[in-house]
């Protein structure tokens, strides 16, 4: 719930009525709380003296107005010569709420003469005060009011900036101006607290500390980089400060590389970096991050929208009525392009690049795979002075990870060249190490094991479940559950992440409350009592209501993995519901890696599970069994089971829908069978209906033609095809082999 911007106005009212009402009937224009003693609304508590109901209702006020005319006001009851309007602006400064000082002109020249006067005149103040006479102000102590404002700076460090006014519409005038003027003051507290925001965050570098920890306490490290575009003329000051440099010189950055490499830590360094730059310059060029995961692909990337939005996240306060952009110069840190969405269409892309935020200076951090399909094609690609791919590591790098972390902890080189020797000699852990969240995982595993290297990790699945049941044990001990062991809770948390996942299938924002009621009555009944939001807060990103995935997305595409796994073995959903989706190729490739380390009991259960949806269908002609059997015959051709052969053949031998053909064929080349390859060429030369649909299903593959039609896609020959022929010559370059055939 957002709430409204109070405003106080303080002054005296017998000389000033009319300008106090002028000033109310303004505020209210703007849906603002105006916290003035002769509102309706003003609050009285029964119990207060009534100046003390005044210093009370200033505490809600997030600006205060003070007007000085002639009057000094009525003193203070628990003060001999302070006047309750002075009481009320000293609380104002002191509780650090903004204070906008409005003088009547001929209030300030009648001090301004009167301190001429007391300089020409040679005796001392008070001598002076007995025989002077006021001629516009009606008490000298509004004199000495005025005085005391003037060198608040120096007594409170506050402001001391005084406007003048002479007639209400000039003060009202003003009082719009100085509140619009406040916006650069508002936005820098933003910035802040984003900041601060940032460095709290879950962070995979260190699973038990925030990202503000991993910087401070020395364990992040600078990752390998290529400059693929541009240049960094700043480069050997480190990757952030020239990547600042950059923006600062109105260019934009793109970082890009694949899961787990580092890309959000390289933003959120430079973006600290950046504001650590703004606050020691306290200028109008003002940094912003922007967390992509909760946004959309529909998203208005619209700066003063944006700004607006801020105040609700970071004050949970309505959008500044008064608010004015129009003077700062903003750079913005985009973390995450390849979270906003699934799939992005040819026309948001396009959306997003005519936004407002997307004409100003960007970092960019996206997956590999993302910024080739979408930002190397469009001209979303045209924005970005320099490009910077994220390499993975290498021995020696991984290397001196592990040294820095075990120095941390206070460990010897024997025992570091104990990890390294475990990672080394064991051919199926190898690839972790050019990997820094898998290193990662494995040590933070360690150190959580008494810096034990535990002997049941060999693999790249096996590090994912050992590091779940760390989380899970040490979550259940802390929420004292004692009715659920380490296996339900990744289970639970395996399916919550299926039900996140399948939100953003469906191009929906997930709600916290929603998904556990659907995992509670639909999918896991059994763990009823144990479902509430305090169980989710290890693994999963919440913003109030809401919920965006995991604080690491290889960590929900496992989760995920995991639940289709499970279903797909006990027959419960999603399964088969899931077959039917598109799924990230992420997701497949760890069910794939699950199932191959199960039982083969389990093995050919899920197997077999799946090819009975696929025969469930069989005959079925709209789309959802059609996707159904596609889908599952990509599994079938994938899972190396003992019936594989004899499945894939059968299907050939019944099926006549030409998606699911074409989707037999890929997976029988994917098997290494040529004969079916043979056959598959030979038909699309011969075949002008399968040569359409095979083109079209590449198109939507890669994002140059709709995917979210019926089946088959079809190329009409009108489409362009500059993302999947960059595929295709990407697939090309990475192959070693030459015998590979160029068709015109």
Same mark, same amino acid.
């Given at each position: ?40 609304? $003003? ?9 003390? %109901? ?22 203070? =009851? ?49 001598? !002076? ?18 005085? &005391? ?107 890009? /590389? ?52 801020? !105040? ?24 995450? !392009? ?10 948001? %892309? ?25 930002? /190397? ?6 924005? $970005? ?8 590591? &290498? ?18 080189? *024997? ?52 590091? !779940? ?33 399948? *939100? ?24 009823? #009592? ?27 595409? $496992? ?37 191959? #380390? ?46 594989? #052969? ?54 939507? =593959? =890669?994002? &140059?033609?709709?995917?979210? /039609? ?17 595929? $295709? ?16």
């Amino acid at each position: 719930m957002s709430l409204p911007w109070v405003i106080g106005v303080l002054s005296t009212d017998f000389d000033l009525h009319d300008y106090r009402e002028a000033i109310i009937n303004y505020l209210k224009q703007s849906n603002t709380i105006i916290s003035a003693f002769e509102s309706p609304d $003003f609050p009285v508590e029964p119990d207060k003296h009534s100046h003390d %109901v005044c210093l009370t209702a200033l505490k809600r006020t997030h600006i205060a107005i003070l007007i000085i005319d002639k009057r000094f006001g009525g003193i203070y =009851y628990d003060s001999s010569d302070v006047s309750i309007t002075k009481e009320e602006y000293i609380s104002a400064i002191e509780k650090g709420i903004p204070c906008l000082v409005f003088v009547n002109k001929q209030s300030w020249e009648e001090r301004h003469s009167y301190s001429v006067d007391l300089k020409k005149c040679g005796k001392s103040p008070e001598e !002076f005060e007995k025989e002077y006479n006021c001629k516009y102000v009606s008490d000298i102590r509004t004199i000495y009011f005025i005085n &005391d404002i003037q060198k608040i700076y120096e007594d409170k460090n506050c402001s001391n900036w005084i406007t003048f006014f002479d007639s209400i519409p000039d003060l009202i005038e003003k009082l719009h101006g100085k509140l619009s003027g406040l916006s650069r003051y508002w936005i820098k507290r933003i910035v802040n607290r984003q900041r601060d925001s940032l460095k709290a965050r879950k962070t995979s570098t260190s699973f038990s500390m925030s990202l503000g920890d991993v910087f401070d306490k020395g364990y992040y490290m600078e990752p390998e980089y290529n400059v693929e575009s541009g240049s960094l003329l700043t480069e050997n000051q480190g990757l952030e400060k020239a990547i600042v440099s950059e923006l600062s010189n109105q260019k934009s950055v793109l970082v890009y /590389g694949e899961a787990g490499y580092g890309k959000t830590t390289i933003l959120a360094r430079s973006f600290l970096e950046h504001v650590a730059k703004f606050n020691k310059e306290d200028g109008y060029e003002i940094p912003f991050y922007i967390w992509l995961k909760d946004k959309s692909s529909e998203y208005h990337f619209d700066f003063y929208r944006y700004i607006q939005e801020c !105040f609700e996240v970071y004050y949970k306060r309505m959008p500044y009525p008064y608010l004015d952009v129009s003077s700062i110069m903003p750079y913005f840190y985009l973390d995450g !392009f390849d979270e906003i969405a699934e799939k992005i269409s040819r026309e948001e %892309v396009n959306s997003i690049i005519s936004s407002c935020i997307f004409k100003f200076p960007i970092m960019l951090t996206s997956r590999i795979q993302y910024a080739l399909r979408y930002l /190397g094609n469009f001209e979303l690609a045209n924005k $970005f002075n320099v490009r910077i791919k994220i390499n993975k590591w &290498d021995p020696e790098k991984a290397k001196k990870y592990i040294d820095n972390f075990c120095v941390i902890n206070g460990k010897n080189k *024997e025992y570091v060249d104990k990890i390294y020797v475990l990672l080394t000699d064991n051919k199926d852990l190898n690839d972790i190490l050019d990997n820094p969240l898998l290193i990662t995982m494995l040590l933070w595993v360690i150190e959580a094991n008494r810096m034990d290297i535990p002997e049941t990790i060999s693999t790249r699945v096996e590090l994912f479940q050992e590091c !779940f049941k760390e989380m899970a044990r040490r979550e259940l001990h802390r929420a004292k559950i004692s009715n659920l062991v380490e296996n339900d809770l990744i289970l639970i948390w395996s399916y919550f992440a299926w039900l996140i996942y399948q *939100e953003r299938l469906l191009k929906r924002k997930p709600k916290v409350k929603n998904l556990l009621l659907d995992l509670q009555n639909n999918y896991l009944i059994q763990y009823g #009592e144990n479902y509430n939001d305090s169980i989710l807060e290890v693994v999963f990103d919440t913003v109030g209501e809401f919920v965006f995935g995991t604080f690491h997305e290889q960590f929900l595409e $496992f989760l995920v993995a995991n639940t289709l796994y499970h279903a797909c073995l006990y027959k419960k959903m999603p399964y088969p519901e899931f077959l039917k989706y598109v799924i990230r190729p992420e997701i497949n490739r760890y069910f794939r890696a699950i199932w191959n #380390e199960s039982l083969e009991e389990e093995k050919e259960s899920i197997a077999n599970n799946i090819f009975d949806k696929y025969m469930d269908n069989l005959g079925l002609n709209d789309n959802i069994a059609i996707s159904t059997r596609v889908h599952a015959i990509y599994h079938i051709s994938r899972l190396n089971s003992k019936l594989r #052969e004899k499945n894939i053949e059968r299907a050939f031998s019944i099926e006549t829908n030409i998606s699911v053909r074409l989707s037999l064929f890929f997976g029988a080349i994917k098997m290494g069978k040529m004969n079916e390859e043979e056959d598959f060429y030979n038909l699309l030369l011969e075949n002008q209906e399968y040569n359409v649909a095979n083109r079209g299903y590449h198109l939507a =593959y =890669y994002s &140059d033609m709709p995917s979210d /039609g019926e089946l088959p896609f079809l190329d009409t020959g009108e489409v362009d095809w500059s993302n999947t022929l960059k595929a $295709f010559i990407r697939h090309f370059e990475s192959k070693k082999e030459n015998n590979i055939f160029y068709a015109e």
